[in-house]
DNA sequence: GTGAAAGCGCTAACAT
DNA sequence: ATGTTAGCGCTTTCAC
């Protein structure tokens, strides 16, 4: 099992009786080089099968091309997108990719940061997990003035850009809908209100409430996980209220799936009863019936979006002075779970 | 903004008036290397705040430590599970990770090949693409001994492990199960039938009928991409049939989903009309109504065992001679959707 | 426009 | 048990 010998800027320097220096400069676009040497040099290269040593470069450079990625899960479609856009992005750029997933948990994502850390990573785009706390985690690349980007679930900070929707405006948006179709008493489902996310979205919930002369009543918000049971849950807690609700607006649609199965083994219709709105329209909303209303925003866009700010950040040499926050569009998706025809 | 110069084992050697030889081999489990001394070393790194440089390593010993993993989809929850048992097998082995996804297409799985050989990983994990035709795109790994290893979607190959269920069985018992429950003209939707999946999946059906006395009808295959889509036209196809079927055997759960919605929205009563099953227990199984019966595996323990055989075949200098098919367990799950309570 | 040479940080063969 | 030394492949400064 001779496995052919890795071919090296050597081997092509001494094939054209060239220098390494030379050959290394044709296979960039080095200036000070001639058209005809470098066409020699990359032709060679591609005859002979050479492929650069990334780890030759990377430690000559000090720099690793390389950057990493940790969501809090992988097995979301959103994220799925977001991930499929940065790879696109990235790598056109000529960068590498390690993706990780904290699985929602701020002690993983702390360990997920530190392999990060250790293997070097040029840049860092992070949608936070569900229960992050502190952003110490990411003092090492702070320091080291590695750029550290968040998407989605983000958390303000004068070192960092942010990727993010108007959660405010797409929760007020899906609130005033749910009360024009004579819903008065909603309850509103969501996740750690310390998350960006969910605290925009309560604003943007309560808001709404109130620019309709509606009474915000504390009982009528659940914090939970989001998770499936966590959905089955409040469906029972929502069943157990004294005052039944008449619209539901869940920050997730996972978690709203699983509360309108549960709520509909208890004989609740929907929309009828209660009028239901999710977030993130993820397929599960058109296959749980009724189909869900909900917030659509375009995770490749959004992965697109940081991976370009990233590389930003990366081609200029100096200071991440520049922090900034975009703002991706997002869209009411109306279906069949809010809409109420009483002629 | 100094940042602070990165601490290397000569920073340690000089502080501890070692040579670096010392301190490589004390940061190590070097058997010739003093108790006392090896302490000094690792105390003193830490202090220091010292991280070892991957890349000179990776090019000092010509390997990197990195696993190259390529997946069809991230937005599975069985794959997502596959990945979170991959990392902790290699994490704890202390292996870096690369993942990326194919998106069912040959053509990026092709790409994503190149990328990994390219960064030069140790090994590859790999469930293949909806239409992977060829494995051209690893013959440059099994030339240079790179083992790759296939979970899942497989392919026979004399250099390659592979880690799957039985499939065959798994339809076996499905199929028997629907015809249990009274069904006697069954459709089976699946995919590309080149994929071992799949085709294993066929067999057991076909089989199932054939020691029931049923007869094999071949209209009633539907293949497709059994994408949701497809779903959807599957249920279109089914309605159409002149003779109506009266059990349905899909080979994937959210096309099975999809198909189920439809059927439903024309009238058809589930598991009254057409009893059905899906494969793969994933989520959308215990929202959708009926609750859909099908076959669970364990993603996280084929990720664990795939992770286990790749360290295995590395850790071993000579050739991957021995390879291997290892079986995993696959469960029946009963649910409503396959249920006929005609006492 | 091209070459010579040093050095990025680590490891291992070979000394001692 | 520890030190010396060379070299992995690449880039770049300084020559010419």
Partial sequence: MSQAKEITIYDIADKLKVSPATVSRGLKDHPA?????????????????????????????????????????????????VIAGIEKILNDGGYNLIISQSLESEKKEIANAETMFNSRVDGLLVSLAYDTQSLSHFEPFFQKNIPVIFFDRVVEHEKCSSIVID???????????????????????????????????????????????????????????????AGKDAALK????????????????????????????HGIKIPHDIAFAGFNNDP??????PNLTNIDYKGFEMGEMAAKTLIGHLSQTQDIKDTQTIVMRHELIIRESSVRNTI
């Fill in 167 to 229: 959660n405010f405006k797409a929760a007020y948006d899906i609130t005033t809908h749910l009360i024009d179709n004579k819903c008065n008493n909603i309850v509103h489902v969501t996740g750690n209100l310390s998350r960006n996310v969910y605290s925009e979205r309560f604003r943007g919930f309560k808001q709404a409430l109130s620019d309709r002369n509606i009474s915000f009543i504390p009982e009528n918000i659940i914090v939970n996980n989001l998770s499936l049971e």
């Fill in 284 to 289: 599960i909303s058109s296959l749980i019936e």
């Fill in 238 to 265: 929502i069943l157990s209220m004294s005052n039944c609700p008449d619209g539901v607006f869940v920050a997730n649609d996972y978690c709203a799936a699983s509360c309108i199965v549960e709520l509909k083994k």
């Fill in 33 to 81: 080089i001639s058209k005809s040497t470098k066409r020699k040099v990359i032709d060679m290269a591609k005859e002979m099968g050479y492929r650069s040593n990334n780890f030759a470069s990377s430690l000559r450079l000090n720099k690793t091309n390389t950057i990493g990625v940790i969501v809090p899960k992988l097995n979301s479609s959103f994220l799925s997108d």
